[in-house]
């Protein structure tokens, strides 16, 4: 599934402390995780294999604490794991 930015933020995206800065935008991008920003105790330590139905198709989603150091890299192994063709894949249940 492919999604696009509202023309009105399209390019704009907000850092924390920073402010609104402006970039290059994608003018589309495929929809590959949905990702919950939740408090610390929310987060699972061996969470089950979740998915969110948008308009129809399965779509991936986690729960993750943004403000830990290591949220960046866990979402891009969540990323990887998650994609079509990730070797090794998440271990299924």
Not at 31 to 39: E, M, N
Not at 73 to 93: G, N, Q, T
């Amino acid at each position: 599934m492919l999604v696009t930015a509202p023309a009105a933020i399209a390019g704009l995206i907000e850092v924390r402390g920073v402010g609104i800065i402006r970039l290059q935008p994608v003018t589309e991008a495929t929809l590959a995780l949905l990702v919950d920003l939740v408090p610390l105790p929310e987060v699972d330590r061996f969470p089950a294999t979740r998915c969110e139905d948008v308009l129809g198709l399965a779509v991936p989603s986690i729960a993750l604490s943004p403000f830990e150091a290591s949220a960046a890299a866990k979402l891009r192994f969540a990323l990887r794991a998650f994609s079509a063709d990730s070797v090794p894949a998440i271990i299924r249940r």
